[in-house]
């Protein structure tokens, strides 16, 4: 693409965001991300989770070893002494849970050149993403079995983070233990309530004796039952988890439905729409959160902006907002409202926001809803 097809791009993507700020709109609470298009891509190529930037992880400090990541550890932003080695370290992409991870192997697909960074909790990898710990965080948004990760969904709207990508990756589960465990001496499983509930047929199957345990992670039951020796437990995990841990794996693919998949998006601090999104649309997926006052047909609506432009949508979630969950509904004027739930609407589309057509669906959005937020435009991972 040449300068001058590129400078009339990025003017078309910045105009949405002008005419929103227009004397029409400001009563309106709309956040929309600001368009840039990054340095790595303005050679026209396209957009990959993880810019040039990670390129330098050589010259940056590596952990000493693999420590996972609490709140109480994140530096504050204005305190740089805090925090020693992990201060604005940017060849790093946070994830949830330890090494072993599902989550772990979704970050390594991800950004293949950076530094997996292992949080305690979601928020923990979106805390050190925030204050520049690490230059990408990729956290699980929803499973084809278990369905929508809520926490994730609710933490988008606390952060002013970006999402930049998505990726997918198989869950195949594996019964593992110490080396030199029977399957007869196991007294319980130990696993993420998830993993437990993706494998409750094969575990019902091992016998009543058999307890079911819950903890934080998958990998982090692996880890628990290396460091302590216990010969009667068995974690549900990777066998990426297996191998970093010394457990020998008794079974795997222990999962209910083989088809088992959670895709996980990509999180940075800055917007990234990439040079060729206008010619390549429908690779993309925009991703966009919305509020709608109460009233009949306002769902409908919302909606029609879209499929009046043939614009797909291949995801829609309501979530009820945290701050202001109730409205009433003054019902026919005589005194006898009643509360409802007042909920946000999360909706991914196939497009990007260099598409005069999404751009022509947001202004039409904002005309229904009293508040909308682009969370990222960013490729689609078509690996399924």
Known sequence: MNQTALSTQQTRCMDVLHQL????FQATKVRLAHLTISAANRGGGKTAACNAR???SSS??????PTVITSNMIPNATNSSSGSEYVKTSARCAYQGVPGAYSEGAALKACP??????????ETAFQALTQWMAERAVLPIENSLGGSIHTVYDLLLRYNLHIVGEVTVKVNHCLLALPGTKKSDIRRVMSHPQALAQTDGYL??????????AVDDTAGAAKEISEKGWKDAAAVASRRAGELYGMEILDEGIQDFKDNITRFIVLSRDPLVSADA????????????????????????????????DINLTKIESRPMR????????????????????YLFYIDFIGTLADEKAQNALRHLQEI??????LGSYPRDEEL
């Open 54 to 56: 990670l390129s330098a």
């Open 204 to 213: 019902r199957k091992m016998g009543p004796g058999v307890v079911k345990e």
């Open 21 to 24: 700020s227009r004397p029409k």
């Open 278 to 309: 206008a010619r390549n649309s429908n690779e993309h997926k925009t991703s966009i959160v919305f509020s709608l006052q109460e009233g009949p047909g306002m769902l409908f609506k919302a909606l029609s902006v879209f499929a009046l432009r």
């Open 323 to 342: 701050t202001d969950p109730l409205i009433v509904n003054e019902g026919n004027g005589d005194g006898d409202g009643h509360k409802l739930f007042n």
């Open 369 to 374: 809803a009293p508040f909308v937020r682009v």
């Open 113 to 122: 050149d950076a530094e997996p960074l292992p949080c305690a909790e979601f």
């Open 60 to 65: 940056l400090p590596k952990l000493a070893s």
